[in-house]
């Protein structure tokens, strides 16, 4: 093949593999949430929905909205809230999800399949019956509520709800969000060589050394992915406060979805949304830019341990 | 394996475009879930030898914003008061042929005519119910607490007893309306400072609640997780039969509060670019029928505007002031109003202000 | 020293399974409950799984839940596999952005946004809006995964392939995609996962006719989610786990992961 043909059957590489998602999303995606975006620049409709572009010959655009958003500091208190709890749910899904990621990727290939599916298998259970189900697990007169009240009791510590919580609510969106870790997890954990490993016992690694010098480093991919599909989604939740949440445990996803429905005021409603993706974006962005610097990269990793 | 991808595949997408396409009538009905019996259903397809195609929406929030993103192929919808407010307002129904509706003398007058709607131009009644108190009846007596009056969850002295035992609605409307009857004001009242008030008098209460909660609060009242909420009456005339057929040791029962209530009535309405009005009108007189209207409120307790329905009406439904309220009562209950923007936006605040823990 | 930590491992690991299924447990459990709510346990019956069997709605709803998930993964698994592709190869900030801010955005403003334009573009609304609408935002997903599965691999095996004369195509399908295939799979889960439970762009997206099962059984949520719709999970469930158990019997390597060419 001479060069001039590699090279044009690279570029036509280039187009056929970012060209259909680039397109597809901009279809789907783009166009329609860049309505959206114009609409936090406009007037809600008296009645719902938006007030006409155009009144009496006049664009009606406004930065009413974004006012709004800069000059009412709760929004942004309960930004920081939600921020909050989705780095939470992040820090608890890694833990829970790392050591199954790990079991499942060394695991016999007979079973790993298996225990693959096992992981996502209750996801495929609706939503609502698994958020009842936790409100059966945490409900007051259930074993786990009699224990820990008992144990508190004991104390002398007045009993605390587990239902009606953020405790129900950090357990509910660690629950719903643990596939999301353990997949990425396991798709990098499953081609680490195990070579590797064996080597460093023979070297005098201990379990602990191996694990954070070897694995952990060389797993920063998955660890990364898995975080950016737990903590960005969490961000915009609202179901689960709605379910389970007490009364003050109301997060950014139930402002912004009782703009669009009870208050019906779509341009803020955009506003806060468009403020949330933003956010989301700039810290995945600073996550990825901070690891890269400090961390290094996994190849670096290796050579330390060889 | 590529070969059963590309297979399975295809079956998918086959089994998406394979929409059924029988040549019978269709009748698209946006409807509550379990807000119509199915045998009304049944007997409406025989009689208009047309399909019946449900589906559903559980709020009217839902309802008004799909229709406001410009949602179509609806027949019929059954928004409460407040929506079809809305919906006129916004000029998104049809005028209804009254030609074509002779039944419609048999509803109550006391639910014509009402002021977002008169003459009933665009709506006519269909079911209704009221937002007041449920409690377990046992728990409330061992308590000692009053069941007739909404100070039982505005004031501490009251919600000490009941503290995580009770429950709100996650609703702005509703329980601003419900702070602001107790206070002494109209349901809607839009008084900036009578709005404060009601804020500050939720927020008094707030520590004592143990969740604002329009979805699930139901079960947690029929197992006894939960002793006293704010709600609807239909949802709590089913706790109590769901309690009774679990055989629990008490009884959930509805509390009118005498400084009165929220009246919800759901209206049937024909959106401007319903694909077959005609077969709207059909259903909606069909509906205005005394014996038809009469196996929802049968089914799940709701209220009935219908006379005519009257005889065919349980005797227990029927004696239940919070569902059959007497005329004392009825005159304390009002129907919500939609409110402006600034209104709207202003109550947003203030409602995420208490939901923030302000 | 390798037993020990063998231990350590199972038992994290069992925490959490534990913690995955005790609530699935209850679900399937409840099906057979005696009781309309999903609160309390009062006695065991298997009418539930009766009047699923008549209720024409709900299994309706069920199929076309599943043929829109089906379609859906396998779309945004193309789509997302050549997008965490081209995000590893050649990366731009405008891929990034288009596959991240998906995930980002809430699920309300999306919603609203297809539905108002698809009503632009007049198109339909049904089943086919609501597929269109699942694969944008599940491709991100994919993406994220393959990309990850990509980082820190070895090009070497690349290079030779090319050196050896293959095109780009036969290197991808030769040597990249078996290298990346747990990636693949881990998305394609995934995005089935999200495709069929997916309530609020669903909501927005449906037609007038349109029926899926999170859209019925969320319309349930003001009266009762009756042990019907534990029945339908459990079911729904089963017949997956069937389907992929079948499937990957009848070509054994569509699950199992490449060792690659070592």
């Known amino acids: 093949m001479s060069s001039a043909t590699a090279r044009r059957s690279a570029r036509l590489g280039r187009w056929l593999v970012s060209g259909p998602p680039v397109l597809y999303l901009f279809v789907f995606f783009a166009v329609p949430t860049l309505i959206m975006v114009l609409a936090s620049f406009r007037t809600p409709g008296e009645f719902g929905g938006l007030a006409p572009l155009v009144e009496d010959g006049k664009l009606d655009l406004n930065l009413e909205s974004y006012a709004r958003f800069f000059s009412e500091a709760i929004y942004a208190e309960i930004f920081l809230k939600s921020v909050w709890y989705a780095l939470a749910t992040t820090f608890f899904c890694l833990a829970l999800a790392y050591p199954?990621?790990?079991?499942?990727?060394?695991?016999?290939?007979?079973?790993?399949?298996?225990?693959?599916?096992?992981?996502?298998?209750?996801?495929?259970?609706?939503?609502?019956?698994?958020?009842?189900?936790?409100?059966?697990?945490?409900?007051?007169?259930?074993?786990?509520?009699?224990?820990?009240?008992?144990?508190?009791?004991?104390?002398?510590?007045?009993?605390?709800?587990?239902?009606?919580?953020?405790?129900?609510?950090?357990?509910?969106?660690?629950?719903?969000?643990?596939?999301?870790?353990?997949?990425?997890?396991?798709?990098?954990?499953?081609?680490?060589?195990?070579?590797?490993?064996?080597?460093?016992?023979?070297?005098?690694?201990?379990?602990?050394?191996?694990?954070?010098?070897?694995?952990?480093?060389?797993?920063?991919?998955?660890?990364?992915?898995?975080?950016?599909?737990?903590?960005?989604?969490?961000?915009?939740?609202?179901?689960?406060?709605?379910?389970?949440?007490?009364?003050?445990?109301?997060?950014?996803?139930?402002?912004?979805?009782?703009?669009?429905?009870?208050?019906?005021?779509?341009?803020?409603?955009?506003?806060?949304?468009?403020?949330?993706?933003?956010?989301?974006?700039?810290?995945?962005?600073?996550?990825?830019?901070?690891?890269?610097?400090?961390?290094?990269?996994?190849?670096?990793?290796?050579?330390?341990?060889? | 394996?590529?070969?059963?991808?590309?297979?399975?595949?295809?079956?998918?997408?086959?089994?998406?475009?394979?929409?059924?396409?029988?040549?019978?009538?269709?009748?698209?009905?946006?409807?509550?879930?379990?807000?119509?019996?199915?045998?009304?259903?049944?007997?409406?397809?025989?009689?208009?030898?047309?399909?019946?195609?449900?589906?559903?929406?559980?709020?009217?929030?839902?309802?008004?914003?799909?229709?406001?993103?410009?949602?179509?192929?609806?027949?019929?919808?059954?928004?409460?008061?407040?929506?079809?407010?809305?919906?006129?307002?916004?000029?998104?129904?049809?005028?209804?042929?009254?030609?074509?509706?002779?039944?419609?003398?048999?509803?109550?007058?006391?639910?014509?005519?009402?002021?977002?709607?008169?003459?009933?131009?665009?709506?006519?009644?269909?079911?209704?119910?009221?937002?007041?108190?449920?409690?377990?009846?046992?728990?409330?007596?061992?308590?000692?607490?009053?069941?007739?009056?909404?100070?039982?969850?505005?004031?501490?002295?009251?919600?000490?007893?009941?503290?995580?035992?009770?429950?709100?609605?996650?609703?702005?409307?509703?329980?601003?309306?419900?702070?602001?009857?107790?206070?002494?004001?109209?349901?809607?009242?839009?008084?900036?400072?009578?709005?404060?008030?009601?804020?500050?008098?939720?927020?008094?209460?707030?520590?004592?609640?143990?969740?604002?909660?329009?979805?699930?609060?139901?079960?947690?009242?029929?197992?006894?997780?939960?002793?006293?909420?704010?709600?609807?009456?239909?949802?709590?005339?089913?706790?109590?039969?769901?309690?009774?057929?679990?055989?629990?040791?008490?009884?959930?029962?509805?509390?009118?509060?005498?400084?009165?209530?929220?009246?919800?009535?759901?209206?049937?309405?024909?959106?401007?670019?319903?694909?077959?009005?005609?077969?709207?009108?059909?259903?909606?007189?069909?509906?205005?029928?005394?014996?038809?209207?009469?196996?929802?409120?049968?089914?799940?307790?709701?209220?009935?505007?219908?006379?005519?329905?009257?005889?065919?009406?349980?005797?227990?439904?029927?004696?239940?002031?919070?569902?059959?309220?007497?005329?004392?009562?009825a005159a304390r209950l009002e129907q919500l109003k939609d409110l402006t923007v600034a209104q709207r936006r202003l109550r947003s605040r203030m409602w995420t202000e208490i939901k923030a823990g302000h | 020293m390798r037993s020990k930590r063998g231990i350590t491992l199972w038992i994290a690991a069992g925490a959490g399974y534990a913690f995955l299924y005790v609530p699935l447990i209850i679900v399937i459990v409840y099906s057979f409950n005696n009781s309309r709510l999903n609160a309390e346990w009062v006695g065991f019956t298997l009418n539930w799984y009766d009047t699923l069997f008549h209720d024409q709605n709900m299994i309706f709803a069920a199929g076309n839940s599943l043929a829109i998930a089906l379609t859906a993964s396998f779309v945004s698994t193309v789509l997302g596999t050549a997008a965490g592709v081209a995000m590893y190869r050649y990366p731009t900030k405008l891929l990034s952005v288009l596959v991240l801010a998906p995930i980002a955005i809430p699920e309300i403003l999306m919603g609203v946004s297809l539905l108002i334009f698809f009503v632009l573009l007049n198109f339909t609304l049904g089943l086919v809006s609501v597929a269109l609408a699942h694969i944008a935002f599940c491709i991100g997903f994919v993406a994220i995964v393959v990309r990850a599965r990509l980082a820190g691999m070895d090009e070497s095996l690349t290079e030779a392939a090319r050196d050896c004369g293959a095109s780009p195509w036969q290197t991808f399908r030769y040597i990249t995609l078996p290298l990346i295939m747990p990636g693949v799979i881990a998305g394609a889960l995934m995005a089935f996962t999200l495709s069929i439970d997916d309530f609020v762009i669903t909501f927005f997206t449906a037609g007038a006719g349109t029926v899926t099962l999170p859209l019925q059984i969320y319309s349930m949520i003001k009266i009762a989610v009756t042990p019907e719709v534990n029945a339908v999970s459990s079911l729904l469930m089963l017949l997956t786990l069937a389907l992929i158990i079948i499937a990957s019997r009848v070509s054994p390597t569509i699950l199992r992961s490449q060792e690659g060419l070592s």
């Open chain 2, 1 to 329: 394996m590529k070969k059963l991808l590309w297979l399975s595949a295809a079956f998918a997408v086959c089994a998406l475009f394979a929409a059924p396409v029988f040549a019978k009538d269709e009748f698209h009905l946006y409807n509550w879930n379990n807000y119509i019996a199915p045998e009304t259903v049944k007997r409406f397809e025989d009689f208009c030898k047309c399909t019946v195609v449900q589906t559903y929406y559980s709020s009217n929030e839902e309802l008004l914003a799909k229709l406001a993103a410009g949602a179509k192929g609806y027949d019929m919808l059954v928004p409460t008061t407040n929506a079809v407010d809305a919906l006129i307002k916004g000029k998104r129904l049809q005028p209804l042929d009254h030609s074509q509706l002779p039944n419609l003398k048999n509803i109550d007058p006391r639910y014509l005519n009402t002021p977002f709607d008169p003459g009933n131009k665009y709506s006519v009644p269909y079911a209704m119910s009221t937002t007041i108190i449920g409690y377990n009846d046992v728990k409330m007596k061992e308590l000692g607490l009053p069941t007739d009056t909404w100070a039982v969850i505005f004031e501490p002295k009251y919600l000490e007893k009941v503290k995580g035992r009770i429950t709100v609605l996650d609703d702005e409307n509703e329980l601003f309306a419900a702070a602001l009857k107790y206070l002494g004001y109209s349901v809607n009242d839009v008084d900036e400072k009578h709005w404060k008030e009601a804020q500050a008098l939720i927020n008094k209460a707030k520590p004592y609640w143990a969740a604002f909660n329009a979805s699930s609060y139901i079960k947690e009242l029929t197992v006894g997780n939960i002793w006293l909420v704010h709600g609807y009456s239909n949802d709590i005339f089913q706790a109590n039969l769901d309690a009774q057929a679990a055989k629990r040791p008490f009884h959930l029962v509805q509390g009118m509060p005498k400084e009165g209530a929220v009246l919800a009535v759901d209206n049937m309405v024909i959106p401007k670019d319903a694909p077959r009005p005609d077969l709207a009108l059909k259903f909606m007189n069909f509906m205005l029928e005394g014996k038809n209207s009469s196996e929802l409120t049968n089914l799940i307790g709701s209220g009935n505007p219908n006379l005519d329905a009257v005889k065919y009406i349980k005797p227990e439904i029927l004696k239940n002031p919070a569902i059959f309220p007497t005329k004392e009562v």
């Open chain 1, 100 to 306: 199954l990621a790990a079991l499942i990727a060394r695991s016999p290939k007979r079973y790993r399949d298996l225990l693959l599916l096992l992981v996502i298998l209750p996801f495929w259970s609706n939503f609502l019956i698994r958020i009842y189900a936790w409100m059966i697990i945490l409900g007051p007169n259930a074993a786990l509520a009699r224990t820990v009240n008992g144990i508190l009791r004991w104390f002398g510590h007045e009993p605390v709800p587990l239902l009606f919580s953020s405790f129900a609510v950090l357990v509910c969106l660690v629950y719903v969000s643990l596939p999301f870790m353990v997949l990425p997890l396991y798709a990098n954990l499953e081609k680490h060589d195990q070579a590797l490993l064996d080597a460093a016992q023979d070297l005098g690694a201990n379990a602990w050394q191996r694990f954070w010098r070897i694995t952990f480093p060389l797993s920063l991919p998955g660890v990364f992915a898995g975080s950016a599909l737990v903590f960005i989604p969490a961000l915009g939740i609202f179901a689960i406060p709605d379910i389970l949440g007490g009364p003050e445990d109301s997060l950014i996803g139930n402002v912004i979805k009782q703009q669009f429905l009870e208050t019906r005021d779509w341009p803020f409603g955009s506003v806060l949304s468009i403020v949330l993706t933003v956010a989301a974006l700039a810290i995945a962005g600073f996550a990825a830019w901070v690891a890269r610097r400090n961390l290094g990269t996994p190849s670096s990793a290796r050579k330390v341990s060889a």
